[in-house]
């Protein structure tokens, strides 16, 4: 236990001894709401062409036999990490300098690395929705995530789902206190997060959106894209890190 709130102050104070480094801009509309609630969608980042075009070179990598595409126990969640290694248009998204300003406001890096993930969800019996679940992305650390919808994606096809709040120490810290987790949990049942919810007065958010909207999320705070219940949904994931890319990414790099 008390290592756990130890890391979260040295977290706390690497964190913001960074922003202060980079004078972070907090004026702006979607880092204020990031800030309060843990999540905020930028629409129309993409024009609908530009998203058909990311969705054709997703789905002609997922047919490329050479590329290194990772695929959950139902085959419905399939993913191309370090796509931004292997294709100059993607490499062009990972490198948007709008999405590194948010990032530099939000957690202070300037420099980061990183990847892109490309990722196509389709419905199948038994899915679990993107990310295998409810969980954090980090128990202690604050991480930002840029989300690009590239098709339309409503409560049926796999929305991003976000507990608003859940990423803020306070809340984090009542949770551990009241035993409803476990220090340094990140993964969580159903019951788990209802009862959360419930105890700390806080809502799941389904991030609905159309083709090209950006999602930008601290990914500290619980979160998981819905089982689909119909059709699939294409998106463009941006994973950033102040030092270096963790080593368990490494085998599903490309070749």
């Not at 922003?19 to 972070?24: P, Q, V």
């Not at 931004?84 to 948007?96: G, P, W």
């Amino acid at each position: 236990m008390l290592k756990t709130i130890l890391k979260e102050i040295v977290e706390s104070l690497y964190r913001n001894f960074y922003l202060l480094l980079n004078r972070a801009d907090y004026d702006n509309t979607n880092i204020k709401e990031m800030i309060k609630q843990g999540v905020s969608v930028i629409p129309n980042f993409l024009t609908e062409d530009e998203c058909s075009k990311y969705i054709q070179i997703i789905d002609d990598l997922v047919n490329d036999d050479k590329a290194n595409i990772w695929c959950d126990n139902t085959e419905s969640d399939q993913r191309i990490y370090f796509v931004n290694q292997i294709n100059t248009d993607m490499s062009t998204f990972y490198n948007n300098e709008e999405i590194r300003t948010y990032l530099k406001n939000y957690l202070g890096i300037s420099k980061p690395a990183g990847m892109l993930l490309a990722s196509k969800v389709s419905f199948k019996e038994g899915n679990k929705g993107s990310g295998d679940g409810w969980h954090r992305d980090s128990p202690i650390r604050h991480q930002f995530k840029a989300i690009c919808y590239l098709n339309n994606v409503t409560e049926n096809n796999g929305c991003f789902q976000y507990i608003k709040g859940s990423h803020r120490k306070v809340n984090i810290f009542k949770a551990y206190f009241s035993k409803l987790f476990q220090f340094g949990q990140y993964r969580f049942s159903d019951k788990e997060i209802d009862a959360f919810c419930s105890s700390q007065k806080l809502n799941i958010s389904s991030v609905k959106g159309d083709a090209g909207d950006l999602v930008l999320a601290d990914t500290k705070g619980i979160h998981r894209g819905k089982p689909l219940n119909k059709g699939c949904r294409y998106v463009l994931f941006c994973y950033f890190w102040d030092k270096s890319v963790p080593n368990h990414f490494d085998s599903l790099k490309q070749n």
